[in-house]
């Protein structure tokens, strides 16, 4: 389903009937109520566009330029978002069951309320951002990289792997930086298996 906003969708159907070698900069553009399923957007420039409510389940967008865009409730179940660059992008209630986030950076992204369920996180870097309300559940990551990354009312059942803090949390009543044996006790008594990864040993 096309974009129904026509500047956009032209802009898609000119890259899409021209050489889709070249690189498609939809920078600012409104995919919003589009279905984009299946999709390549491999390293495509999508800065500051919006994808509210768009459906994009099993989308290619690894190495793609997505900094500050907007994918509120969008549907990005099985999607591939590896390196992709995404710095203070918006995932708020969007859904990411299974999504692949490997080496992607997502410095101060909003992820509340998102649906991360079994997501394969790797050694993504959400440094700054915010999980809060996000659902974890089943998710896994290998050296996850989480400092000052806000976690309350997180569900992390099942969650598993290795992260970098320090994380921030309501933690005994005040908002706390917990790293080291602290976030492990965190994340265990929510019924996680994390580990704290200690970057100097890399």
């Given at each position: 389903m096309w974009p129904p906003d026509e500047a956009t969708a032209a802009a898609l159907r000119t890259w899409l009937e021209g050489d889709i070698e070249e690189d498609f900069y939809g920078l600012d553009l409104d995919f919003s109520g589009a279905d984009l399923s299946g999709g390549d957007l491999l390293e495509t420039w999508l800065s500051g566009s919006r994808f509210t409510?768009?459906?994009?389940?099993s989308t290619t967008f690894v190495r793609a330029h997505l900094e500050e865009a907007d994918l509120t409730g969008a549907d990005?179940?099985?999607?591939n978002l590896a390196?992709?660059?995404?710095?203070?992008a918006v995932f708020r209630d969007a859904r990411l069951l299974g999504a692949n986030l490997t080496a992607g950076v997502f410095r101060e992204a909003d992820f509340r309320g998102a649906d991360?369920?079994?997501?394969?996180?790797?050694d993504a870097t959400l440094?700054?951002?915010?999980?809060?309300?996000?659902n974890l559940t089943n998710a896994?990551?290998?050296?996850?990289?989480?400092?000052?990354t806000v976690?309350?009312?997180?569900?992390?059942?099942?969650?598993s792997g290795s992260v970098i803090g320090p994380i921030s949390v309501v933690f005994r009543g005040e908002r706390s930086l917990l790293d080291d044996s602290d976030l492990e006790q965190w994340f265990a008594a929510r019924g996680a298996s994390i580990t704290r990864f200690h970057a100097e040993k890399s």
């Amino acid at each position: 389903m096309w974009p129904p906003d026509e500047a956009t969708a032209a802009a898609l159907r000119t890259w899409l009937e021209g050489d889709i070698e070249e690189d498609f900069y939809g920078l600012d553009l409104d995919f919003s109520g589009a279905d984009l399923s299946g999709g390549d957007l491999l390293e495509t420039w999508l800065s500051g566009s919006r994808f509210t409510g768009t459906l994009l389940r099993s989308t290619t967008f690894v190495r793609a330029h997505l900094e500050e865009a907007d994918l509120t409730g969008a549907d990005l179940a099985g999607a591939n978002l590896a390196r992709a660059e995404a710095k203070k992008a918006v995932f708020r209630d969007a859904r990411l069951l299974g999504a692949n986030l490997t080496a992607g950076v997502f410095r101060e992204a909003d992820f509340r309320g998102a649906d991360l369920t079994a997501a394969t996180l790797g050694d993504a870097t959400l440094s700054a951002a915010t999980l809060a309300g996000a659902n974890l559940t089943n998710a896994t990551a290998n050296r996850l990289t989480l400092r000052e990354t806000v976690l309350d009312s997180a569900e992390v059942t099942g969650f598993s792997g290795s992260v970098i803090g320090p994380i921030s949390v309501v933690f005994r009543g005040e908002r706390s930086l917990l790293d080291d044996s602290d976030l492990e006790q965190w994340f265990a008594a929510r019924g996680a298996s994390i580990t704290r990864f200690h970057a100097e040993k890399s």
